[in-house]
């Protein structure tokens, strides 16, 4: 069933967020959670800090998950999804650094590490709490719209409209990565909980699509509607067209 929650705005949705996670991290301090990136979830994980720093969050015993990251960037590049999570939630809290997985963007065999990333999660005992944003043509992780999908962890090439999409963050477009490793369609559906977060109008049209749409891979977000437990958080904007 899809839960959908609405917000007032950016700071209610972030608020409403951090509300979900410290309720898991409460039930269950050694929760496992899978993390997102993009522009989205940062009023979250600030929320989180906040939190944090008040002494009202634990995460000592929390293990986290990426669902991504760019190929060939390595792990200090400014723009790996690795530096964002330490700059933007990892280096502000307690969670330990060896409970924090994120896929390698220089791994010496991507097979090799794609099963690997896998084999974690499931070594960790599957994850609790999966949150995700949501790109404008559908994609979720970097499961980008196509004819078909991988299920596991695996290489995938992004599209124009991600590349463009996501050049925002970088000096050029020609230095947006063509690729990308990421959590496949299986590898998030296996999370116990999923929490998708959207705000502002440029998602509104993909909100209304997941849930108005016919399940089809060419709008990857569709499958969502196949999880048994799935809440959907917009602000007023995200959540205008439904
Ligand atoms: C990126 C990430 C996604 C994210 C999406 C939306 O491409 N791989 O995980 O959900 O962009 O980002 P934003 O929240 O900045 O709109």
């Known amino acids: 069933m899809v839960n959908i929650i609405r917000t007032e705005n950016y700071q209610e949705l972030s608020k409403h967020a951090a509300d979900i996670i410290q309720a898991t991290i409460e039930n269950k301090p050694d929760c496992v959670l899978g993390l997102a990136t993009g522009g989205t979830?940062?009023?979250?994980?600030?929320?989180?800090?906040?939190r944090f720093r008040e002494g009202k969050i634990d995460f000592s015993k929390v293990t986290t998950f990426n669902l991504d990251e760019y190929y060939g960037l390595s792990s200090d590049h400014e723009q790996s999804y690795h530096f964002f999570m330490f700059e933007q939630l990892f280096r502000h809290i307690n969670v330990p650094p060896e409970r924090v997985h994120i896929p390698f963007g220089l791994p010496e065999d991507i097979e090799t590490h794609c099963q690997y990333y896998e084999q974690?999660?499931?070594?960790?005992?599957?994850?609790?709490l999966q949150i995700l944003g949501i790109g404008e043509n559908g994609?979720?992780?970097?499961?980008?719209?196509?004819?078909?999908?991988q299920t596991g962890t695996h290489l995938v090439p992004l599209s124009q409209e991600t590349i463009r999409a996501n050049s925002r963050y970088f000096a050029s477009i020609q230095e947006v990565p063509k690729k990308a490793i990421t959590m496949g369609i299986r590898t998030i559906?296996?999370?116990?909980?999923?929490?998708?977060?959207?705000s502002g109008a440029n998602k509104a049209a993909m909100i209304r699509r997941l849930l108005d749409d016919n399940i089809t891979t060419e709008v990857p977000a569709t499958l969502l509607k196949l999880h048994p437990d799935l809440t959907i958080l917009v602000d007023q904007e995200a959540g205008s067209e439904i």
């Open 41 to 50: 979830p940062i009023g979250t994980y600030q929320q989180l800090i906040d």
């Open 139 to 149: 994609h979720i992780g970097f499961n980008e719209p196509g004819p078909s999908l």
């Open 120 to 128: 974690v999660i499931q070594d960790a005992g599957g994850i609790d």
């Open 189 to 198: 559906f296996q999370a116990r909980r999923i929490v998708l977060l959207a």
